[in-house]
Nanobody, 121 residues
Framework: QVQLVESGGGLVQAGGSLRLSCAASGSIFSINAMGWYRQAPGKQRDLVAVITNGGSTNYLDSVKGRFTISRTNAKNTVTLQMNSLKPEDTAVYYC???????????????WGQGTQVTVSS
């Protein structure tokens, strides 16, 4: 299995910054894309940013220019730097990995436990 452990998050005023980190561990054969999703109360879970193992990135339109995703392949970590935060960014943020575990040798989706980001106005 693959475990994802998130850190960061918290409460910040509008215009502030936060940094989320996620480390993958366990019986990892390979990790393809890693990314961050978010889910606000009563809403669906949306993709915020994703980065492939080749370094290609994709962002939710509303965060382009404010959020930056980066990845350290050797350490199986992914980071989301969030600047110019807005109240509408408030949500639970989940780390995601498209990975292959040694135990299954099949691509599967893996999720972190989620971390709360609250932006006050």
């Amino acid at each position: 299995q693959v475990q994802l452990v998130e850190s960061g998050g918290g409460l910040v005023q509008a215009g502030g910054s936060l940094r989320l980190s996620c480390a993958a561990s366990g019986s990892i054969f390979s990790i393809n894309a890693m990314g961050w999703y978010r889910q606000a109360p009563g809403k669906q879970r949306d993709l915020v940013a994703v980065i492939t193992n080749g370094g290609s990135t994709n962002y939710l339109d509303s965060v382009k220019g404010r959020f930056t995703i980066s990845r350290t392949n050797a350490k199986n970590t992914v980071t989301l730097q969030m600047n110019s935060l807005k109240p509408e960014d408030t949500a639970v943020y989940y780390c995601h990995a498209d990975a292959v575990a040694l135990t299954t040798l099949r691509r599967s989706d893996y999720w972190g436990q989620g971390t709360q980001v609250t932006v006050s106005s």
